[in-house]
């Protein structure tokens, strides 16, 4: 299964005369989990947005193999499609058999089975950040970015559905970009975390986590880790 | 939940039948004890006189057939030509800058002003009066299909972007379903428009239909008639809206109301 890389070299953005990203550099290798944190307003969603092609960089290289879907923090599923056809969106290819094998697959993999008829209106948040998940990796893309997916939830949801993300790319590996306030989901989650300024920002501290998923939050390894941003990020208990 | 179900629906009934009821026994009483002149409105047994007449000599199934195939004319091709128009106006901004102007000139401008063009340039009777109806229902409902394009919220074209819906496939299969729920608005009053503007035009332009059947009921001083026209045009009206209305239960519709 072929995962997207990314390469980032001197990138720069900025909104008129508001500079966002200054000076980025950044490899992610296929297969990679990175988590992004940051203050509020550093330019992490305009980070994603550059590397899912939608904004152009105001200068710097930024190279990217394989196709990227963006999970939404909110609202990023059509409300006028059932759970089985916003997943269906994910596989444009497929004939219709396949297709309808492909989507009860999925909604049996995000423990949706019996509201594959719903419109997310009638779901929960938390179940509607599933289906989002699973939309994405529905059919496959390479590299697959969170804006910030479980912001909105309850905590105990947050750490259910951090687990679930865990097994949905333990069966299908992806290159994975998250960006979230949530030091802790950063540290529980990612291969590698980076730290951004305040804007405009650039990578100002980077920590690479060894320990093999799944992780529980309460591990020292994550909780050393957590301890290590959080310093970075200049908070001292 | 089935007997407030039920509750539910008697009362939509009762209401409305209470109101009517009311206006009618007021009718009824005003005319009786003389507060009412028959110079000045018809007296309920008028009306019902008036009504017969028409309806033997099927003079009111010929007008009401002529008003609802202009409105259904008139509204067919204002819906047809408006919605798409007004999707390309949201979606292209060249020809939003081209024709907004000039859409905005003509829906400021009441349709009535065009009477006299409508008549010198197709003649007194349906072709007028379609137009007519079209002049004021094809702006509006280009302008409001636009303003509901524009509205649609950001992320859906990101999501659009990410799932490779380009070009035709973006407008049939994001566009268009995520302005539906403000189509049905719209659609519901430009409906309401064309009867206006039918009413009007028949007036004024028209020699068949319920507009004409008050124009030449004025003419001929028959007050009963006028009232049999104006029940006839109001309760057709709302016909109509209901039907709309009952799009909205659609569940490619019904998301817009229940969020
Ligand atoms: N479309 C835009 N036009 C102009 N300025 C923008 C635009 N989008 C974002 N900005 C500015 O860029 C900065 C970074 O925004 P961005 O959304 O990337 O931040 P963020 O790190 O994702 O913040 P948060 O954590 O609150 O989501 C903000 O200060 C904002 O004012
Ligand atoms: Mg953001």
Redo the contacts with the bound molecule.
Sequence with gaps: MSTGSIRIKGLSHS??A?A?LKDIHLDVSPGEFVAIV?P???????LLSLLSGYLKPTSGVLERTGTTRTVHQADGLYPWLTVEGNLALGLPKLDAASKRRAVSDMVGRIGLAGFEKSFPHALSGGMRQRVEIGRALCGGTDVLMLD?PFSALDYLTRLKMRGELCRLLEDQPRTVILVT?DIEEATQLADRVLVLSE?PASIVYELKIDVPRPRDVTASGVVDATKAVLKAMGYEP | MDTKHIRNSINSWLYPSLTFGTLLLIWWLASARGYLSEQFFPTPAAFVTGFREEVASGSIFRDTLASLSRVGAGYAISVAVGVPLGMILGTVLGARLALLPLLNFLRSLSPLAWIPFAIFWIGIGHGAVIFLIVIAALPTIALSTMAAVAGIPKVYFRVAQDYDLKGLQRLTRVIFPAILPQLVTTLRVAMGLCWLVMVAGEMLAGNTGLGYLIHDANNGLRLDLIVVGMVVIGLLGMLCDRLLMFLTRLPGIRWGYDR
């Design positions: 909104y008129g508001t966002v940051g509020s307003g550093s330019g992490k969603s305009t910030e306030h804007r």
